[in-house]
């Protein structure tokens, strides 16, 4: 099956049968308001780096939330 960063659309195949992981290596579901996205190895290390989303995620962040 194919995966795919919300991030910065970088897609992956990968088959969780033939590892037994439920995702790639490094990929990561992450809370970003309400929703669950997916995050590449890259992405979700800048997450990791920097204690912060990037500007894009920050957008969707901010786009998503209705409920003010
Ligand atoms: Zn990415």
């Given at each position: 099956m194919q995966f795919q960063c919300k991030a910065c659309s970088t897609k992956i195949e990968y088959d969780p049968?033939?590892?037994?992981?439920?995702?790639?290596?490094?990929w990561r579901m992450h809370q970003i308001g309400t929703s669950r996205v997916l995050l590449c190895k890259s992405c979700g290390s800048q997450i990791d780096f920097n204690g912060e989303h990037s500007p894009y995620l920050k957008q969707m962040l901010t786009t998503g939330k209705n409920n003010t």
């Open positions: 049968a033939i590892t037994l992981e439920a995702m790639p290596k490094g």
